[in-house]
């Protein structure tokens, strides 16, 4: 028969299980950096020897002759890690390491350091992606102003996408927008109230994407307008980019323009390094980008998904533009297994994680 008693403190948690021999203890999960505490009971006619095993390898046995712990040894464990107290059978001669009533042992797991308790998730939403942006919006300027505002279209995501690192540069929110001002008054009336006179107002795409009813109003509210556009998605992130005036030697990103999962994982941590992002064809980049990397002169460049997306192709014009570019492919078999490759990968010092949908 087994038996085990477990209550869990803030900062601690106590494991207790009767000596039978070839039974487990307990077994948890841990979500930090601990430090383990041992001691064992060898009073009674048959004393045990117990095990300590991380992730079902055992790693220190107490309690027998051998490998002994003394009450009050450590033993590291990182986030992750799954602990089993086992009961490894009866033993001759053990050291008597704590007497207790029964044949039994106990481990105490104690985290490393003071660990606040996590802050509760916020639910940054609206009625449609128009609502959510000004919602996002709202929370991140709470108690500042922007400096300015990025504006792009509701109705597809590469140009929003491409104006992550504009947004973070001039400190300015993100917002969608609908085509016309009609379409558009919650956002128009955030900026106006949000936003002074005289400030930047970038409009992302052509006028087919955020018409000129749009830039004309603004204007006319003394706002400088200024229209990033091209003809299709990657000559409009291009001229993005070229907005940037990204310095040489800084390091860049490559992500398909066809899917916006790729680019929305990487955004937030390339615009915090200062990394720009360009949309990509599967196959082969375009003359405006190889002439950007040749320009740019980048130490390494990310590719940002599997071989699916952006093929073997692009790396070997990479190689052709300069070989010595450390080129660094960030993909997994999914956009969840990409998304959880970038945060591994750049493994970020940060108290906030955004959660988005792939939808």
């Not at 207790?100 to 660990?115: E, K």
């Not at 680019?263 to 200062?274: D, M, P, Q």
């Not at 949309?279 to 980048?298: A, F, G, R």
Request: aromatic fraction near 6%.
């Amino acid at each position: 028969m087994q038996k085990y008693i477990f209550y869990i403190q803030i900062l601690s948690l106590h494991l207790h299980a009767v000596a039978v021999p070839g039974t487990t203890g307990i077994t948890i999960n841990v979500d930090g950096v601990y430090k383990l505490n041992f001691a064992c009971d060898t009073a009674g006619n048959n004393p045990q020897l117990w095990g300590v095993a991380v992730n079902g390898v055992v790693q220190e046995t107490f309690g027998g002759s051998g490998q002994t712990f003394a009450a009050g040894s450590e033993l590291a464990l990182k986030a992750g890690d799954v602990i089993t107290l086992r009961n490894m059978g009866t033993v001759p001669n053990p050291a008597v390491l704590r007497t207790i009533p029964v044949n039994s042992a106990w481990m105490q797991i104690d985290r490393l350091g003071d660990i606040p308790a996590p802050s509760p998730a916020e639910n940054l939403a609206g009625l449609d992606r128009i609502e959510t942006s000004l919602a996002t919006a709202t929370e991140e300027f709470k108690g500042n102003a922007p400096d300015a505002v990025v504006l792009a279209t509701a109705n597809d995501f590469p140009d929003a996408l491409s104006g992550a690192g504009l947004a973070y540069k001039y400190n300015a929110p993100m917002l969608l927008i609908n085509k016309t001002v009609s379409e558009s008054k919650s956002v128009l009336d955030y900026i106006t109230n949000n936003l002074s006179k005289g400030k930047n107002v970038y409009i992302l795409g052509g006028t087919g994407a955020v018409s000129a009813d749009i830039s004309d109003y603004l204007t006319k509210q003394g706002y400088n307008v200024i229209r990033l556009g091209g003809c299709d998605r990657y000559e409009t992130n291009q001229k993005i980019v070229e907005n940037l005036n990204v310095a040489k030697g800084t390091s860049l990103v490559i992500a398909t323009g066809n899917g916006f999962a790729d680019a929305l994982s990487i955004s937030s941590v390339a615009a915090s390094k200062g990394y720009p992002v360009f949309l990509s064809k599967k196959d082969s980049l375009s003359t405006n980008v190889i002439n950007d990397i040749k320009n740019i002169q980048p130490p390494t460049i990310y590719i940002v998904g599997g071989t699916g997306v952006l093929s073997t192709d692009i790396e070997a014009q990479i190689k052709k533009i300069n070989g010595n570019i450390n080129i660094v492919r960030l993909g997994g078999n999914d956009r969840y297994e990409t998304s959880m490759k970038i945060a591994d990968y750049f493994n970020l010092d940060t108290d906030t994680i955004t959660v988005a949908t792939h939808i």
